[in-house]
């Protein structure tokens, strides 16, 4: 049992390291899939994240500061 323990951590760590750095040292077929897995997971994990639905704060500084710019214009 603890051999099957062991075994499997160290399947486990290799199988991060594949994934993490795989395609900068692997020869061209398994720095691919290296790549792709890597990619895959990522879109899954961001696939879980909310769409951010940020303004522009320029364009809403900007905004402003026109209509700042026309009130004061528009009192002279």
């Given at each position: 049992?603890?051999?099957?323990?062991?075994?499997l951590t160290?399947?486990?760590?290799?199988?991060?390291?594949f994934i993490w750095i795989g395609d900068s040292f692997l020869p061209k077929p398994?720095?691919?899939?290296?790549?792709?897995?890597?990619?895959?997971?990522?879109?899954?994990?961001?696939?879980?994240?909310?769409?951010?639905?940020?303004k522009n704060p320029n364009r809403q500084f900007e905004e402003k500061a026109e209509d700042?710019?026309?009130q004061l214009r528009g009192y002279k």
């Open positions: 049992m603890r051999s099957l323990k062991s075994l160290v399947g486990f760590i290799l199988g991060l390291i398994l720095s691919t899939v290296s790549r792709n897995t890597r990619t895959k997971i990522n879109n899954v994990l961001l696939g879980f994240t909310p769409d951010p639905k940020i700042t710019e026309a």
